[in-house]
């Protein structure tokens, strides 16, 4: 099967799309968090300049539900802070699991697919070897062909791709697809860089006592369960007159004070507001 058969199938029917959310911040959040990464790149990553990056994506990893909206912000904030970028996607590449996590667009999805099916290409490449990758379409052509031909189907010519990892375990890729040759320049590198060097750190706790293949399969399993906490942030959007973000840091709040998920609590909430109503 010719690679653009592939790319060309619906992205919600191949297992390493499926489950794909869009990328998302708080409402307002996205204008602060990117003013913040364009200056941190523009001078020095420090220490502080890390946390304050991480203070405006949105706070620190608990679990893997607070990873689902970690990388969902991440790639939000990316997407806006960098001009080239008309597709943005996290790759998630570990323990012989490979599949996209978040993206912008359902073109993402299919430029994603056809790396996949390539086995290659800037984005996996940066995951599997820690490199941020900076290439436009006349290096893709030479280094990935079938994915390169697969990508300029969707008129897609650049791509700025860098790892995300905690401490000695790899993680996967935050990938930027441009439709314009050599749509990336150095600034938009730093900016990059520094988005996941913020989300690896961010990430070292959760994943430090699991393996690979325990992480891959906690993060899909939260991308597939996310539908129970997308309603239950519903029910409390509507009972208390707040927004998405407020309602989630109720739910967080109560997994935090119960040592529970939160998508046990969203679950529990549910059936709670179910059976009132029958009653």
């Not at 990328?23 to 420090?46: C, K, L």
């Not at 939000?76 to 490979?98: F, Q, W």
């Not at 379409?137 to 700025?160: G, M, R």
């Not at 989300?199 to 991308?223: G, N, Q």
Request: glycine share 6%.
């Amino acid at each position: 099967m010719r690679m653009s058969d592939i790319s060309n199938e619906d992205p919600a029917s191949d297992p390493r799309t499926r489950e794909s959310l869009l990328a998302a911040t708080p409402d307002g959040a996205t204008n602060g968090a990117v003013e913040v990464a364009t200056a941190v790149a523009e001078t020095n990553a420090t220490p502080a300049a890390l946390a304050a990056m991480l203070v405006a994506l949105g706070g620190s990893i608990n679990d893997e539900d607070d990873l689902v909206v970690l990388l969902q912000r991440v790639v939000d904030v990316a997407h806006e802070a960098i001009d080239g970028a008309e597709c943005t996607s996290i790759t998630i590449a570990l323990g012989g699991r490979t599949y996209t996590a978040v993206h912008t667009d359902t073109r993402t999805l299919r430029v994603d697919q056809g790396q996949y099916d390539a086995d290659d290409g800037p984005c996996l490449h940066a995951a599997r070897t820690g490199e941020t990758v900076l290439v436009d379409v006349d290096a893709t052509e030479q280094l990935w062909p079938e994915f390169a031909t697969a990508a300029a189907e969707e008129n897609i010519h650049s791509f700025l791709a860098a790892a995300l990892s905690a401490p000695d375990q790899p993680l996967g890729a935050l990938n930027l697809y441009g439709s314009a040759p050599a749509a990336f320049d150095a600034i938009d590198y730093d900016i990059l860089e520094l988005l996941t060097t913020t989300v690896s750190r961010a990430i070292s706790d959760f994943a430090r006592f699991k393996s690979a293949i325990e992480v891959a399969d906690a993060l899909r399993a939260a991308l597939s369960n996310r539908a129970p906490i997308e309603q239950a942030k519903g029910i409390i959007m509507g009972e208390h007159g707040i927004d998405a973000e407020n309602a989630f840091q109720i739910l967080r709040s109560q997994s935090q004070n119960t040592n529970r998920r939160v998508r046990d609590i969203a679950n529990e909430l549910i059936a709670n507001k179910t059976s009132s109503t029958a009653d």
